[in-house]
């Protein structure tokens, strides 16, 4: 059996790691798949306290944390592409707002 404190530090790892690329990347396909390994942490962290406990209740919450991360992947992927068709350019320092600039 592996102890519960090895998951959670993997989980702080992730997450320090998703929090890092947020903070410091300007290309908004790699904020995205940081913001979606924050997100993977969280599971792994609710996972690994619902098998300490013996509960279910971890397991419910991370599948409702799958499903909001897929339609966030799904938004967000069609708003960049829909930016990049506009600006030519997913750069996040390069596009600020969404209207067009005319």
């Known amino acids: 059996m592996v102890p519960v404190n090895w998951f959670l530090v ?10 890092i690329g947020v ?3 300007r290309n908004a396909l790699i ?9 993977n942490a969280a ?5 690994a ?13 991370a599948f409702f944390v799958i499903a909001v991360a897929a339609a966030e ?5 069609a ?4 930016i990049f068709r506009t600006r030519g350019t997913v750069n996040m ?3 600020r707002e969404l209207r067009d600039e005319v």
């Open 23 to 25: 903070l410091t990347k």
């Open 31 to 39: 904020v995205m798949m940081c913001v979606e390994l924050m997100l």
């Open 10 to 19: 993997l989980a702080a790892l992730l997450f320090g790691i998703g929090l």
């Open 93 to 95: 320092d390069e596009v």
């Open 49 to 61: 306290f619902a098998r300490q406990q013996g509960a279910i209740g971890g397991h419910a919450i």
């Open 79 to 82: 708003i960049i592409i829909a």
């Open 43 to 47: 599971n792994l962290t609710f996972l």
């Open 73 to 77: 992947a799904a938004v967000g992927l």
